[in-house]
DNA sequence: GATGAATGAGGTTTCATTCAT
DNA sequence: AATGAATGAAACCTCATTCAT
């Protein structure tokens, strides 16, 4: 009778409801990175997926935080799988810092669609102060535990993580205002960019 | 017989209607602020400002993004007044900097609610990416110069810009988060970290 | 901006305005008791009052509770204005009781839609219990006076009331299947009932 | 194909459909008793009978009116087998009334759950003004006869029947706001009110 | 028989805007 | 200038029903 799941239930869900769900999902994540959270509206979003009618996403979904926060969940995870690995692949604060900028720039530039929506979701959504803490929590325990091991020189962790995450960041609007960016150079600029502020004197 | 002025003529308005405008585009300013761009429709705004109905507002603007874009500029020319004069009054590329980094975190943390509004407006606003390259034009023309005067390192001016501007605004999450966060500590980071991403080596 | 008044509130309001209010009251209670309280929708309502769309209601009244609880206080107000004097011009309990009956029955013949759909109402709005309790216990409380003053024979005041009560109210169904019915006598039959039942022995 | 059966068909249908059918059924009362006829979707009443899809409800019901009207017939029959033999055990016309009485409300007191939803369902169903006449129907001859043989005074049967079952379903209204009400003494004060209500003078 | 996805209509509410007064 | 009523579109959601599997 109803697919809804509120969505962080185990799954039992069969193959092709998954893949309306799915499919759901995407043009979701299509609508909010086009037009913008405000604007992504289920009109949009059910005409995107070729939905007959919004009761459509009614029916998979237990309204529209419940959608929101499975798309916001899914490109976390992929963000998650694709960044994960490399960042721990390195070793050292430093050498990880840099990995995880090169990282992050390099899963926007591979996937700018998802991670635009990604931000609107974060940036609109209600919550999202206690979000944001999380969002930088990790950056700023490793600059931490990097302090403590004389990897890196002396400033505040908190502010240092911020200005990481939202130097990152600052590729999104650049690519809205110029597509044909260089990610990688980007990237390049920002890696130098913290190496020199986060080093030892 | 209206009094609508696609806002960006001269006026030869009079100072009771101007006296309206500013009166609609304070509460615009405080609700963008309080609700997000999102949600603040034009009787919140009308509720706010005391006016008896929402056709005020039509009245004396033409459109949301008259009234919108009014607020914008307001905002920035007030920013533009407070900072401008501290800006330049320093001498150098590296001075400015610093004052303009602190300028700008300053006023934030003095007109918290029009910058949180300026900040939802341009993010959520339509032409915001034509917006965003002029307004870190202005540093990015300051780093260009100063590299030729031989002041700064070698570095990509626009992303440094981007950057430094990023920095600036990340304050906003984190007062959302915690609003007890000193901000003149917060302003001496970010001067620290692009003082040593700048300098010559 | 807005003509919503939580209804409860003192009155400043226009004449027209509160022309707009009457006539959208006026058109739910032909509505609710044309098709029963589950099927008046605001869409009904609209079409019934001839307003172009179901926003004018919302304009007017705090939502669909807001509008029914108007249309309730108004055909009680009503219902107490025609009812009271006539009632309280009797003295001794038997007459009042037999008062009471004929005044309810007359004033249901006189307006049968509102009363209809007061009934409707009360029946099917959320917090109709407690509503019961009350509409009861002015007749409850009456028969425990003229009990107390020997004028009735011993029996449950609640009980009684509650049986005066739905003996009255039975004439709507009885109006539905047989519309020529003739109320006085109905009247008639009713007081005889409860005059026995209430007779001292 | 179909198993619906507009469901006052002879009864052709396998042991397991009629087993399915009852299960809806008796959800359906409960949900009808608990949320009221309005709110008792078919959403609702799957959840409650445990079906996987409201597509069920439809496959053995030919529509809401259809599963109404079976659960509607369900009760009525329960009540009729319940206080049938009862009543007729008796023998005249006070002692049948007295005998009436007290089995509708010791039926209501032992199944108050399908007793409500029965009544929620007359009042809100269509075509109910004809139920309602042949619901009382039965009283009334009995008045009448009773009268022919001289056991009851003189009064309309008809007013005296709809007295009697309003008298009756008025207990519904006082268990919902005094769900601890005793349905005894109820019952013996409703006896009391009728015998005097009916006796020859 | 049973499932759950799909449909399209309809529910209330809020929106920006227009208009008569 | 100002009011507040009016409009019609669009928002999210739930409904009973149908259909392929």
Do not use: C
Not at 168 to 193: F, K, S
């Amino acid at each position: 009778m109803q697919a809804k799941a509120s969505s962080s239930e185990q799954d039992g869900r069969s193959f092709i409801e998954n893949a309306r769900r799915a499919q759901i999902v995407r043009a979701a994540l299509d609508t909010i990175a086009e037009l913008g959270f405000a604007k992504a509206s289920f009109a949009k979003i059910a005409k995107r997926a070729g939905l007959s009618s919004t009761g459509m996403i009614s029916y998979h979904f237990d309204g529209k935080g419940d959608l929101v926060a499975e798309a916001m969940r899914d490109v976390l995870a992929a963000a998650a799988a694709a960044m994960g690995p490399r960042i721990r692949a390195e070793t050292g604060g430093p050498a990880r810092l840099r990995a995880y900028i090169e990282a992050n720039i390099a899963f926007i530039a591979e996937r700018p669609t998802d991670m635009k929506a990604l931000l609107e979701i974060l940036r609109n959504n209600a919550g999202e102060p206690a979000w944001f803490l999380q969002s930088i929590s990790l950056l700023e325990e490793a600059f931490r535990e990097g302090q403590r091991a004389g990897e890196f020189g002396e400033f505040d962790p908190r502010v240092m993580a911020i200005a990481v995450r939202q130097a990152i960041d600052g590729i999104h609007a650049l690519l809205a205002a110029e597509p044909r960016t260089d990610t990688a150079a980007y990237a390049q600029q920002v890696v130098r960019i913290f190496a020199l502020a986060t080093a030892r004197s």
